[in-house]
């Protein structure tokens, strides 16, 4: 089970992100945070095959479920070579990379969320999805209805699309995922992943509607 040990972790992290102390934490880094992580994709896999058997959970430390430790820097002024957080990805068997549809779990001090849909879709992805909004107007409302969709949003109409259709907000949208909002409390407790199934099954509708625009089963 993930403990409190995982956060305090994260918390030495960001206080200390250079190569020379993660070095001499890397023992502590694996048992308070991979084993740990790993153990509970291994428990959400069966619980994640029920809702749809072409989401991928993978437990494998190294190029699994889990996203990796290290920082992509190359295009980035904050140099820190390490994430202060875990974030694990269930991504569709069809996806390649995090624009995928997936659910997601995300672990940092003071910061604990999950959920699911899709982040970030590019080009035609993102075209397919908002126009399969205006196909299936009431598909989308059903299928959004009690969820609160995160993520940033176009200032105009996207091209192609009505100003004035009465979904505009939603076809602005760059994203179409929704999280749960968490703790660290419920993060270490027993319950913790079956609020997170609960909120995946929640997500699901999302999900298929996404999947289908995508031309993908769910």
Known sequence: MITPALFNFLRDLAANNDRTWF???????????VEPVTEFIENMAPRVGMISPHIVVDP????????????????????????????CQFRHS?????????????LAP?????????????GEALRAIRQRIVNKPERWQ???EKLDLR???LVRAPKGFDPQHPLIDDLRRKSFFSFQDA????????????????????????????????????
Not at 23 to 33: D, M, P, T
Not at 195 to 211: C, S, T, W, Y
Request: no cysteine; net charge positive; aromatic share 14%.
């Open 110 to 122: 003071g910061e604990v969320f999950f959920g699911g849909g899709v982040w970030g879709p590019q």
């Open 60 to 87: 494998r430390p190294n190029g699994g479920s889990r996203f990796r430790i290290y920082r992509d820097t190359r295009f980035s002024k904050d140099k820190s070579p390490y994430k202060t957080q875990v974030g």
């Open 142 to 144: 059903e299928a959004t």
């Open 151 to 153: 993520g940033d949003q």
């Open 94 to 106: 069809a996806g390649k990379d995090a624009h995928a549809p997936g659910f997601y779990v995300h």
């Open 183 to 218: 703790d660290e409390a419920l993060a270490t407790s027993k319950p913790f992943e079956q609020a997170v199934e609960q909120q995946f099954r929640k997500v699901a509708p999302l999900m298929g509607f996404v999947a289908e625009a995508l031309g993908l089963e769910f």
């Open 23 to 33: 070095k001499a934490q890397k023992a502590r880094y694996q048992a308070e945070v």
